[in-house]
Each structure stands twice: as structure tokens, then as C-alpha cells.
């Protein structure tokens, strides 16, 4: 077989059996292998929304996603959707077709610098030179992106590559990736901190998905009872019912959770980075309280704060050992039900419009715990993390760690492919829905069931807010008000549309996602001042909350 017919045959032996790409002049013998093979190919309208569809489909599922695309312009428009992979820890392989090899380095017609442009957005990338490597380059990839810390591979192949004849032999076999005990020194420490400790806190991210330790840590929290507050990528970890889930922390978390770090004593942190938009100003983050770091990756710990203790290896192995140790934390407990109940998000205040808060809670609670929510970035991403209650993480598909817009759409299409008899919704706002609006000929093309929640405040919000709070209202570059009728655009594509506005109006909404056959897009019009409470001016601590009644 050629080069071209050895990618897609390895594969498929290797599991995988959809892709997303776009077509183009270098990668086109891998698309000449296609239909001889069993892989099962969406074709995106743009490449962006490629790799942002691979990624939906990874992160609803635990399983690789893969991208394809051309060279040139094909591969530089992944990068983005790649970059986001590689910011949220998710298993991706990118195959881009190369110009000839011969070509590189003489600018030929579509040749960049693939190698060069990937290398800071990947986990590792490679530039196959010869057909002979790709036996060893290709299940080495695969392992890679999904082995350890999961992230995105990058392959880049030239064309005569593609099309140069494989002799494969035996598979070399790969390392396993065994599960590690923590150290054992490390553990007991561990526990006599967590033991002495009378205020003592969770903080959860989304390591603890990629670790498979979401069992494990529900069962620490109701044995030992410790309160938990977790990232926008740790929600989910434990059910929104749960008497120990404090919420979202961070620039936008509940007020109680903000409060609890800073009054805990003792800070268990599992498969969280102290990223900024949790911690704000890192010197006031949890100020009096000592810290047990769980990671899968050494990398993490002590890098923007050090640890009094470090458990590297199994996260589930270690939480199951810290849950045996006896606790003496009840007032603390109690301490943080009642900010839990005091504390939490706000219920909406009543309005002529739809209030997007008082819309995502009933959505909550009237949709099942299979139902997933592919969130655009925003002032909704916000709404969502505060007032959409998830029972299990892989419901909750966001752009974390970059935050790109553009990012739901694609994302609910791969999520959809990804777990057909799943209810999946995007929820977007006009700014970000509009960055990848093509995708709507690929909902359609493949009949996807895809329901879009479109809130729509004709303002890019989140910038809008904080030029409002923190630049004396000098608004620059935000008003949306030339907004397409987004009703008349979806169903310019063949998709059927409604529009809401009256608070009447929720039941009907809810009946349009949750029981329409096929995709369906509803338009929210919100009110253009709508903000996000509490916020956290950049720079400042977590302490320094602004909370509405202060801010008004």
C-alpha cells in the first residue's frame, strides 16, 4: 500500500473511525484512500471548525479526535482548535498534507512552516521525510496524544510521501502506561496535614477527568465530608446537589466558594493549575492555608505555587487512601453549607425579557444527565458555569484554557457524532456564533440533531463589561447592533428557527430544544446591560470580588 492507504488502514486498526477535515492539493491522496476504507469522514466548511469538531468529539467522548487538512492555509487554520487541545489537555491527532518534499524550504505554492508553526501548541510534532518512518510515526503519535496528560499530536506529511509505497512489518510494540502508587512518604504526610487540618478545602479541575478519578474523589467528599469548589473545567466532578459543592470558584465563581478558599486552612487541590482566572492576584489566593498538590503532571506542581506536599501517580489511588483518615471538621462544615445556601448564585430578578439565568436553570433541570452543552466563550460561557447544574464533566464542553470563540458550534457537531443518542446543545452568544457560522451547512448536511441557544445582547458582552467596570464606560469596538437576523440565517440553510423574548415564553423554548426532531436554533434577545456577577478586576484577589449590589 502507499503512504496514504497506510494512514487511514492504521487508523482505523487503531480504533478510530470518524474524522473531520477539509480537502486540498497536499493531502489529497490521503482523501483518494478514504473511500476504500472504513473511516468515516465529516467534511467541515472550514478547517478551524475541523479541529474544533475533533475536539468536541474527544472531549465528549474520552476517545482520540482527528483532523485533517491540506497544507498552506489548511494547516495554519487548525491552529487554533489545536491550540485549544492543547490548552484543556485534550487526546487529538492533526494530519496535514505537505508540499513535495523536494518543495520545502523554496516557498512553493501553499508551503509553510508546519514543524516550526506547531511546535508551541502540540504535545510533540512530527515532519515525516521518508514513507519508511511512517510504521513508527504513526502509532507513536497515537500513543502520545493519548498516553500521560493527554494533548494534541501533530503530523505534517509531504505529498510524494503520501504516495510512496509502505512496507510495514510487525507493529513495534509501545510502551504501556502503567498506573503509579503515590509515594508513600509523600502520603503520609499528606495525611497528617488533611488530619490536623480543621478548615480544609477541595479545589478540583479537570485533571481529575483525564486521571478517571471522578469516582474516587465523590467518594472522598462523602466519607470525609470536605467541601469542594472547582474550575470551569472541573464542573461536573461532583453533582450541583451535593451539600459539599460549594460551586465554580474564581473571577466569575459563586461568592461562598470565593470566600471558602480564602478561609480554609488547608487546600487540596486535585488536577487544578492555579490558572489565573481561578486564582486571581495569585499572593492572596487561599492566603493561610497549607497545600496538597494531586497531579497526573509533575509539571504542574510548584509551578505557580509550590506545594507542602506533592502526590504524583494514580489520583484515585491516593484519594481512596485520604479517605480513610478521620476528619474533625464539622463546624466547617456547617460554616460552608450556610454560604452554600447564602452565597450561591443569584436567582434572576423578573423581567419583560427572558432572563438567560432563570432559561439555563430550567433548561438544568428539565434536560437529562446525558444531555450535553457545548458552550461558546463569553458572558454566557459564565451563565452557563454558574447557573447549568452538571452531574458528570464530559456534559460540559468549554474553551477553558484559551477561550476561543468560534469554538460551540463545532464542538456540539463532534459531540454529537461522538454520542449520537445524546441530547447536545450549543449555547452561544451573537459575537461567538457568528465566527463559525458555515458550520450550519454541515448540521444540515449530516442531519445532525444539534440544538443552538442563541443569546443575543448585540454587544460583544464580556469585553462590553469590563470596558463598562473598568474603563470609565469608554465602550470601543463592541456594539453588535448590525447583528443578522439570525432566525432568517438559520433557515437560509435549511434549519429550522424560532425567536423568544417574553419571559412567558421559557416553557416554549424549552420545549424547541429538548423535543424537536433534527437541529433546531432558538434566538434569546437579552438585555444589552446584562452582566456577569460577581466579576474579579484583572489583577486583583478573589477577595475583592465586586458583587452587584456593590457595583450598582
Not at 470525609?224 to 470558584?249: C, E, F, H, Y
Not at 452557563?384 to 460540559?396: D, K, L, N, S, T
Not at 433534527?518 to 437579552?526: E, N, Y
Request: aromatic letters at 6%; charged letters at 20%.
Amino acid at each position: 500500500m502507499n503512504g496514504a492507504q497506510y494512514l487511514a488502514d492504521t487508523l482505523s486498526r487503531h480504533g478510530v473511525d470518524t474524522l473531520f477535515g477539509y480537502p486540498g492539493g497536499a493531502i489529497m491522496p490521503f482523501y483518494d484512500a478514504l473511500p476504500d476504507s472504513p473511516l468515516r469522514h465529516i467534511l467541515t466548511r472550514h478547517e478551524q471548525a475541523a479541529a474544533f469538531a475533533a475536539n468536541g468529539y474527544a472531549r465528549a467522548s474520552g476517545r482520540l479526535g482527528v483532523c485533517v487538512a491540506t497544507s498552506g492555509p489548511g494547516a495554519t487554520n487548525l491552529l487554533t482548535g489545536v491550540a485549544d487541545a492543547m490548552a484543556d489537555s485534550v487526546p487529538m491527532l492533526v494530519l496535514t498534507g505537505q508540499v513535495a518534499s523536494g518543495l520545502i524550504g523554496t516557498d512553493a505554492f501553499q508551503e509553510t512552516d508546519v514543524l516550526g508553526l506547531s511546535l508551541g501548541v502540540t504535545k510533540h510534532s512530527y515532519l515525516v521525510r521518508d514513507a519508511t518512518e511512517l510504521p513508527e510515526v504513526l502509532p507513536e503519535a497515537i500513543h502520545l496524544a493519548r498516553s500521560g496528560r493527554p494533548g494534541p499530536v501533530w503530523i505534517d506529511i509531504p505529498k510524494d510521501v503520501l504516495l510512496a509505497e509502505v512496507h510495514a512489518g510487525p507493529a513495534r510494540p509501545l510502551p504501556e502506561s502503567p498506573k503509579t502508587r503515590p509515594d508513600a512518604a509523600a502520603l503520609a504526610r499528606a495525611g497528617e496535614l488533611l488530619t490536623a487540618a480543621r478548615r480544609p478545602l477541595v479545589y478540583a479541575g479537570g485533571g481529575v477527568v483525564l486521571a478517571d478519578a471522578v469516582k474516587a474523589l465523590r467518594t472522598f467528599c462523602a466519607r470525609r465530608g470536605v467541601p469542594l469548589v472547582s474550575t470551569l473545567k472541573g464542573l461536573g466532578v461532583l453533582d450541583p446537589q451535593d451539600p459539599a459543592n460549594l460551586g465554580m470558584l474564581g473571577m466569575h465563581g459563586a461568592p461562598g466558594a470565593n470566600r471558602a478558599v480564602q478561609d480554609c486552612d488547608l487546600l487540596l487541590v486535585a488536577g487544578a493549575r492555579f490558572d489565573d482566572r481561578a486564582t486571581g492576584q495569585l499572593e492572596h489566593f487561599a492566603p493561610r492555608a497549607r497545600v496538597i498538590h494531586l497531579d497526573a503532571d509533575a509539571a504542574e506542581v510548584g509551578k505557580l505555587r509550590g506545594a507542602d506536599v506533592a502526590l504524583l501517580g494514580d489520583m484515585a489511588t491516593t484519594l481512596d487512601a485520604l479517605a480513610t483518615l478521620p476528619l474533625q471538621i464539622d463546624e466547617w462544615c456547617r460554616d460552608c453549607a450556610v454560604a452554600r445556601e447564602r452565597e450561591g448564585h443569584a436567582l434572576p430578578r423578573a423581567g419583560v425579557a427572558i432572563s438567560p439565568h432563570g432559561l439555563l436553570r430550567a433548561l438544568s433541570e428539565a434536560a437529562d444527565a446525558r444531555t450535553r452543552i457545548a458552550c461558546d466563550v463569553g458572558q454566557h460561557q459564565m451563565w452557563v458555569a454558574q447557573h447549568y447544574g452538571f452531574r458528570e464533566p464530559r456534559q460540559h464542553l468549554t474553551s477553558g484554557g484559551l477561550g476561543a470563540m468560534g469554538f460551540g458550534l463545532p464542538a456540539a457537531i463532534g459531540a454529537q457524532l461522538a454520542d449520537p443518542g445524546a441530547r447536545v446543545i450549543n449555547v452561544s452568544g451573537d459575537g461567538s456564533f457568528l465566527m463559525n457560522v458555515q458550520e450550519l451547512a454541515t448540521l444540515k448536511r449530516y442531519d445532525l440533531p444539534v440544538k443552538m441557544l442563541l443569546f443575543d445582547n448585540q454587544f460583544l458582552g464580556m469585553v462590553r463589561q469590563q470596558q463598562e467596570l473598568f474603563y470609565a464606560g469608554r465602550y470601543s469596538e463592541v456594539d453588535l447592533s448590525d447583528n443578522p437576523d439570525f432566525v432568517e440565517v438559520a433557515r437560509a440553510f435549511g434549519i429550522p428557527a424560532l425567536r423568544a423574548s417574553g419571559i412567558d415564553e421559557t416553557d416554549a423554548v424549552l420545549e424547541a430544544l429538548l423535543d424537536t426532531p433534527g437541529p433546531m436554533l432558538v434566538h434569546v434577545p437579552v438585555a444589552r446591560e446584562d452582566n456577569v456577577w460577581p466579576i474579579v478586576a484583572p489583577g486583583c484577589g478573589n477577595h475583592e470580588m465586586i458583587e452587584e449590589a456593590a457595583a450598582s
